[in-house]
């Protein structure tokens, strides 16, 4: 699986999409690097950010969690930032279900 934007391999193929990406609402996944280079200020979520997807233009709004993956560079990563047994579900949710539309 590659990035649409720079076309570099995706590592670490979880579900839909890899380690080191991130899926909009039609599940297009785009590197976290790249993804960066996306974001545009977003009112739909507490985050304030989203971005179009590449390949449809579809509008998607970023989670915290969402953000904590840019941050951290992977979904292992970010994983770890959230330790607390409260999180594990929201976190399993938000990781399945990709970006929520409406950016």
Excluded: N
């Amino acid at each position: 699986m590659h990035c649409p934007v720079c076309l570099g391999e995706l590592r670490g193929a979880v579900g839909a999409c890899t380690d080191d990406s991130i899926a909009c609402p039609r599940g297009h996944c785009v590197c976290t690097a790249c993804l960066r280079q996306l974001l545009v200020p977003c009112e739909e979520r507490r985050t304030g950010l989203g971005y179009r997807c590449p390949l449809c233009r579809g509008r998607a709004a970023l989670t915290p969690y969402h953000v904590m993956v840019l941050v951290k560079g992977t979904w292992a990563r970010a994983r770890e930032a959230f330790d607390g047994e409260e999180h594990v579900a929201e976190w399993l949710e938000c990781r399945t279900a990709g970006v929520e539309a409406g950016a």
